[in-house]
């Protein structure tokens, strides 16, 4: 039964747009939301995160909002650049652990 | 910086091979996890620890083992190397009283099973 839910498993964005990545949960418990950036041959880097009593946090390009009701998230870049391009993990923080969603792959068309 | 490293970056053995991998982390970190990575399936957990000696089953233990002897070091072994472990490998670490549970990654172990 997965709990963090990412339902696209790739998206194409023009260089310079926006990108939206989505990321759907089950349990209203999570505290924590987190998005991770990952690059081929490498381990997943902390981009951004929330917490469950905010609906939204801005960090440069970066902006993720949070809907309880709907028990949904999503990341925002803006405007997207070719070093976008990755695999972005949507997690919630459960007790000691992250509980992670499949994984969205970026691509930013020149 | 945290500083979450891995001893090798690609591997490849043969079925039947006991596998070691080893992580280490430099930032004092109580918590250290096991992971693999699979195209769509995403991170699945397969081991964390929370202290010296102490280990945790996650959601695919099966055919892994861990050890984690010092509190900086987590090894993750495969007893019996089968070719459907065949996977990205990533360890992670983070504080016990972290706010939101950030897990800091090493660069991964590309492990091929032949």
């Known amino acids: 039964d997965q709990q963090v839910k990412q339902n696209s498993p790739s998206l194409s964005v023009q260089e310079g747009r926006i990108s939206i990545l989505n990321c759907d949960y089950t349990n209203s418990m999570f505290d924590y939301f987190l998005w991770y950036k990952k690059y081929p041959a490498e381990g997943p880097t902390f981009l951004i995160s929330?917490?469950?009593i905010k609906d939204k946090n801005e960090d440069g390009r970066f902006t993720v909002f949070l809907n309880k009701s709907a028990k949904h998230l999503s990341l925002h870049i803006v405007p997207s650049q070719p070093g976008d391009s990755a695999v972005y993990f949507c997690?919630?923080?459960?007790?000691?652990?992250?509980?992670w969603g499949a994984g969205t792959k970026l691509i930013i068309k020149p | 910086d945290v500083k979450v490293t891995q001893s090798s970056r690609y591997l490849v053995k043969r079925t039947g091979e006991k596998v070691f991998l080893e992580c280490v982390q430099d930032m004092d970190h109580e918590n250290m996890f096991w992971y693999r990575q699979d195209p769509g399936l995403g991170l699945r957990l397969i081991y964390f620890?929370?202290?010296?000696?102490?280990?945790e089953k996650g959601d695919i233990p099966e055919g892994y083992s861990v050890s984690r002897e010092k509190k900086e070091r987590f090894s993750l072994i495969l007893e019996s190397a089968s070719t459907n472990q065949t996977s990205m490998y990533l360890c992670?670490?983070?504080?016990?009283?972290?706010?939101?549970?950030?897990?800091?990654f090493g660069p991964g172990t590309r492990l091929t099973v032949l």
């Open positions: 929330i917490s469950s």
């Open positions: 992670a670490s983070t504080l016990l009283r972290s706010s939101y549970n950030e897990q800091f």
């Open positions: 620890s929370y202290d010296v000696k102490m280990k």
């Open positions: 997690a919630a923080s459960s007790a000691y652990q992250l509980i």
